[in-house]
């Protein structure tokens, strides 16, 4: 059960580049001193005798079982429609053709919306109205806007969405539907944020663009959480992420050092590997050329909508994560990520989304270059359904 009898352990927000501290019981966007993403932080000392593998174990199959670790004071504001705790399943057959024991997905299109982007935005709209935001707003590229609305309809916030006009019908339908008000903009993502922050100055609407506030990046680290008690208390060797913003990297990679202090698993990580599309990979050259930034990617293009993010304001946690970890980043082509879409359609009965089915494709290139041996267990990151894609399939794509 979701028990008012969980209090969340969060102590205060601390911004990851500069290490500023500031008060958390106030809405905060960029760290105001430098103008990077503030990070949520918790008393892990005091949470460990109470917030354990087994006594969250019995609780129910949502990202609410985590709520000691959540930055929700108030369980009146732990605003759900069932989001996380999604299923890992074991891909037998496309794991036996790439000769790999231990290949899974974690099936992430079991989300509200779907997609994992509601993980993210259950926990910021709900602690943007425990902290009295009176309307959200945000840019996307689709899943993000869908998940902002049914939170916020959910809640009673008004919800603003802006959205690059090429963003497929079926989002915009779901968003609308969703009670949310629609802008289509021309240009990118990039060129959306500037709306959104056009409002945030004007004081129409607290900003919930990912890793602009520090609460998006706690809702997705729950998939970190959720692979130790899927593995029992270890973790994965391999975790292979479609990276955009990079929430989701950098989430887990914060629940990893969490649930290491808090006793839940060991000093061991998976190698994290980013994948982005060649038509967009800010954070594979910056990778690649060694450096901490990224430079903004020109005339950014793929099918992978969500993958389409020029310049991410979390790449130094971002690539912090991979290299720390032993991983690597790695560009795949749009061509190649079609046919594995269908791929793990037919094969194992899943209707993915483009930017999960990209890391179908780097998985494949892993293991032709030898990067990854049979009896190391896998996790790809299938992060959205195909349903709201099937222009992909059936016409032309944009
Ligand atoms: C947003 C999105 C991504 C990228 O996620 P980040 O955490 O922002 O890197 C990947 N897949 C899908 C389906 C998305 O909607
Ligand atoms: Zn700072």
């Known amino acids: 059960m979701i028990g008012a009898d969980m209090n969340s352990f969060l102590s205060h927000l ?3 580049w500069c290490g500023e501290t ?14 990077k993403p503030l990070l949520a932080r918790y008393d892990l000392d005091a949470a460990r005798s109470i917030f354990t593998r087994t006594a969250v174990q019995s609780r129910s199959p949502n990202l609410w079982r985590y ?8 369980p009146a504001f732990r605003i759900s429609l069932g989001e996380g705790y999604t299923p890992l399943v074991k891909l037998n057959r496309l794991g036996a053709a790439l000769g790999l024991k231990h290949l899974y997905a974690k099936d992430e299109s079991f989300n509200p919306t779907g997609s994992f982007k509601a993980r993210g935005l259950a926990m910021a709209v709900s602690r943007a109205a425990e902290l009295g935001a009176k309307a959200v707003a945000i840019p996307t590229a689709g899943n993000a806007g869908s998940a902002m609305a049914a939170y916020a309809a959910r809640i009673g916030l008004p919800a603003y969405i802006y959205a690059p006009q090429d963003v497929p019908a079926p989002f915009i339908a779901e968003m609308r539907a969703l009670g949310a008000e629609v802008t289509l903009v021309e240009g990118l993502i990039t060129d959306c944020a500037r ?14 663009s990912t890793l602009k506030e520090p609460y998006r990046v706690e809702g997705k680290k729950t998939m970190g959480y959720e692979l130790a ?18 929430t989701g990297i950098i989430g887990m990679w914060k629940a990893f050092g969490e649930m290491e202090q808090l006793g839940w698993i060991d000093s061991q990580r998976p190698r994290m590997i980013s994948v982005q599309s060649t038509g967009c990979a800010p954070i594979v050259r910056a990778y690649e050329q060694g450096v901490e930034f990224a430079e903004p990617w020109q005339n950014a293009r793929t099918i992978a909508d969500g993958l389409r993010v020029p310049a991410a304001v979390g790449d130094f946690l971002i690539l912090r994560a991979v290299r720390e970890s032993g991983g690597t980043a790695l560009a795949v ?14 094969q194992e009965g899943l209707f993915v989304a483009p930017e999960a089915a990209a890391t179908f494709v780097a998985l494949k290139t892993l293991v032709e270059r030898g990067d990854i041996q049979a009896d190391e267990r896998v996790v790809l990151f299938l ?16």
């Open 383 to 398: 992060t959205g359904t195909g349903l709201k894609y099937t222009h992909l399939i059936n016409g032309p794509a944009h």
């Open 195 to 208: 709306y959104v922050r056009q409002g945030v100055e004007e004081g129409r609407w607290f900003d919930v």
């Open 333 to 346: 082509e749009d061509e190649d990520t079609l046919l594995a879409l269908t791929e793990i359609g037919s």
């Open 229 to 246: 008690e899927h593995f029992d208390g270890s973790l994965p060797d391999i975790i292979i992420y479609p990276t955009g913003g990079g």
């Open 14 to 16: 601390e911004c990851a």
């Open 67 to 74: 709520a000691e670790m959540l930055p929700v004071q108030d």
């Open 22 to 35: 500031y008060e958390a019981n106030q809405l905060w966007n960029l760290c105001p001193a430098c103008g």
